[in-house]
């Protein structure tokens, strides 16, 4: 096969796209932002249509950020799975009183953070529960603990449901209490519980939940703090084409009034164990994003954000390791975390999310022609892995890692760290 032939097939694949489409990609191309009626049009893209935008979400990624393919050595530490909400994508959570509900130790939560550090961690995600009788103030508590055991780790924690839950609990203002977080050692803050940022279908999917309003004044209020976030979407439910341009185009306008979200991360609804897969009352309910609207996903979130929000992560705990690959030549430049232990996706039936190895990673990267990069949470560069030299790491050495490190199903039979006895010794006698 000749390049002359290539060429022409080149010509005559870009002669098929529509032309709604080419003019959509042209904007984007040419440095333009698309609006929120292009992007839903890209959403619902298919044929030669999609297989052009995926190629100039591609060519923006390289022209934006180049080949190089970040991750972060870190650990999820999910400390409690009891909440007060009843969300209906949500597997992970219990109730107060139920045998699996769990509620982990400060100490605990330290020995964690700790083991992690010790393996080559640079951060600990914590995130959790709402549970029912905690301290108001337990978020900050925490953080305090661990900043004196372990100043070196950044802190990556609390979601914006954790941080309202935590003001509504002490009486004091957001922007009070994201002070407190930050006093006590929180580097950033995650960007989830956003799910899609339109109320009609938050309704839906998670009534009571925070509204997108309090969410945006939340995340917007931790930016004027100097306390950086990431930015997330939940889709694959209920949602459809135009709720999820709606969802970016509010993220693009809270970076552009605040510069503070890091990078964005698609995650892809996991419908197995979801409550809401056994009801009933939603009967557009969708079981979970298909192949092509996870490329679109990547594509678009690649052509509206990029003026703004470069960094794009694929999720293997949601996805799996060979999709999220291909999530790379759709815009995406960043393979997310080890995790160590993930247990909120795995909880929904997600196949993935124990742990993955930086070995894991950087052959993935190389595979795809990357040059693979470990980061911070940030997104400043630890050591680029220009060649295929022999590195490595602590965590490489790891065997068996559900039995070193305990899995979501291990930790919700343990007796030691029953929820119910933690609630009936903090209500006493």
Known sequence: MSISYLQKSLDALLSDVTTATGRILDRALGGLDIAVDEAARLFDASGTDLTVMT????????????????????????????????????????????????FL?????????????????????IQAGLAPG??????????????????????HGFS????????????????????????????????????????EVRGKISPGRITTAKWVELIQTAHDLGIPTTSTIMYGHVENSHHKAVHLEILRDIQKRTGGITEFVPLSFVFEEAPI?????????????????????????????????PNLQVSWVKEGPKLSQ????????????????????????????????????????????????????????????????????????????EERFGSYQHLIRLKDYRFKDFYHARKGP
């Open 277 to 309: 897969s056994h009801r009933k009352r939603i009967p557009e309910l969708r079981t979970g994003a298909s192949g092509a609207e996870i490329i679109k996903m990547y594509a678009v979130s690649r052509l509206m954000l990029n003026n703004w929000i």
């Open 160 to 199: 914006p449901e954790e941080v309202l839950h935590g003001s509504n609990l002490t009486g004091v203002t957001i922007r009070d209490y994201l002070s407190a977080l930050k006093d006590a050692g929180v580097g950033s803050l995650p960007g989830t519980s956003a799910e899609i940022l339109v109320d």
């Open 55 to 102: 190629a100039a979400a591609d060519y923006l990624r390289k022209k934006t950020v180049g080949d190089v393919v970040t991750y972060v050595i870190n650990r999820n530490i999910n400390f409690t799975n009891v909440c007060v909400k009843a969300c209906g994508f949500c597997a992970f959570s219990r109730g107060h009183l139920g045998e699996e509900g769990y």
């Open 326 to 401: 291909i999530g790379l030549m759709a815009g995406a430049n960043d393979f997310g975390g080890t995790l160590i232990n993930e247990s909120i996706s795995t909880a929904a039936g997600a196949g993935y999310g124990q742990l993955m190895k930086p070995s894991q990673f950087r052959n993935m990267i190389r595979e795809m022609g990357r040059i693979p990069g470990e980061r911070s949470t940030t997104y400043k560069k630890i050591k680029i892995f220009e060649s295929e030299e022999e590195t490595v790491d602590l965590l490489d050495e790891v065997d068996n890692p």
């Open 134 to 155: 905690m301290d108001g103030w337990h978020y900050v508590k925490l953080c305090q603990a661990l900043k004196e055991s372990l100043p070196e780790l950044h802190i």
């Open 105 to 125: 130790p400060t100490e605990e939560v330290i020995r964690r953070a700790r083991e992690a550090r010790d393996l080559g961690a640079t951060e600990v995600c």
